[in-house]
């Protein structure tokens, strides 16, 4: 990484969990509440697929199969993410690292500047929940706010609530067969990083089968403390 782009010791925080744990919508939040930026590796892909890059078309099929795309890809487009100045008033990785290679990487890129990873925040959930919270996710295409059929509806039956699109999307690989593909690869790849952070001493879980609310509240408070 060009050293010379990147803040110095803004906050770095992760998001771990399986998905439909909740990961963008809290990280969308403590970026409202905390100013940090949200970098979920999973929308930098799809606008790479969207786009039409190289790397975009490599990772494609991979997704829809519900697989990892491979950590060379997702390494370099975090690592130009990373760069940008918007991110001096630090970070929330949501999505990323997913593999112990990417956590290493991530390591060396924050060593290199002098930066460091405040927290590591695992939301905890059951596996059996996380097929219904994905299948009946959406989101609005104009300004980016989730929500869920049953847990979090729009007030008003397909307007956003934020900013008033009636453009919802749903994700091409949020369906059943490729949500299983997704919380396998999560518990054979991505689960061993709690241990990892749990070893550095940045590890902290909270349980994230509650209200989204009262979650972000909790992961606040956490956070606030994290950032000193
Ligand atoms: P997400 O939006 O985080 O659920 O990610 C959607 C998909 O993008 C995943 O199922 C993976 O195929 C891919 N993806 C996102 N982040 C990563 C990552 N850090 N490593 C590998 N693949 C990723």
Redesign the pocket.
Known sequence: MDGANVPTMAPVLILLGP?GAG??TQARMLQEAHGFVQL???????AAVAAGTDAGKE?KA??E???????E??IAI?KDRLADPDCATGVIL??????TG?AEALDTLLADTGQQINAAISLEVDDAAMVARISGRFTCGGCGEGYHDVNKPTRVLGICDKCGSSHMKR?A?DNAE?VG??LS?YHAQTAPLIAYYEGKGVLQSLDAMGDIKTIATTLSGMVRNAVG
Do not use: H, N, Y
Request: glycine share 14%; aromatic share 2%.
């Open positions: 998905p990961k963008g979920s590796t999973g929308d930098l892909l799809r990772a991979v997704m199969a519900g697989g990892l795309v491979s950590d890809i997702v975090l949501d999505g990323f690292p997913r593999t990417q994700r690989d490729t593909e997704r690869a």
